[in-house]
Nanobody, 123 residues
Framework: QVQLVESGGGLVQAGGSLRLSCAAS????????MGWFRQAPGKEREFVAA????????YYADSVKGRFTISRDNAKNTVYLQMNSLKPEDTAVYYCAATRQLIATIQRQYDYWGQGTQVTVSS
């Protein structure tokens, strides 16, 4: 069992930055691929970024490529999402998720989910 707790969300102006954190419980964090997803009001949850067990491989949605960076610190059982050049369309609840696979971009491949953290970008 893995429990995930996100933090770092908030209100920011367009062009600003935020860093989300996701703290995981358990001793096998380094055996899980990690991902970030988001859900905007009235829309389905969508993939944002993913990182492999060791952090060597990362994937990004086209909409955030070049602006967002996913990273992880296995010693701290934490995965991060650095978000720069934020746009109003980035406004959403951001979810952290863990998969037993090396890395994944599809929601159904993820086994554990956090409760989410709200990110609001004002224009």
């Amino acid at each position: 069992q893995v429990q995930l707790v996100e933090s770092g969300g908030g209100l920011v102006q367009a062009g600003g930055s935020l860093r989300l954190s996701c703290a995981a419980s358990g001793r096998t964090f380094s055996s899980y691929g990690m991902g970030w997803f988001r859900q905007a009001p009235g829309k389905e949850r969508e993939f944002v970024a993913a990182i492999s067990w060791s952090g060597a491989t990362t994937y990004y949605a086209d909409s955030v490529k070049g602006r967002f960076t996913i990273s992880r610190d296995n010693a701290k059982n934490t995965v991060y999402l650095q978000m720069n050049s934020l746009k109003p369309e980035d406004t959403a609840v951001y979810y952290c998720a863990a998969t037993r696979q090396l890395i994944a971009t599809i929601q159904r491949q993820y086994d554990y989910w956090g409760q989410g953290t709200q990110v609001t970008v004002s224009s």
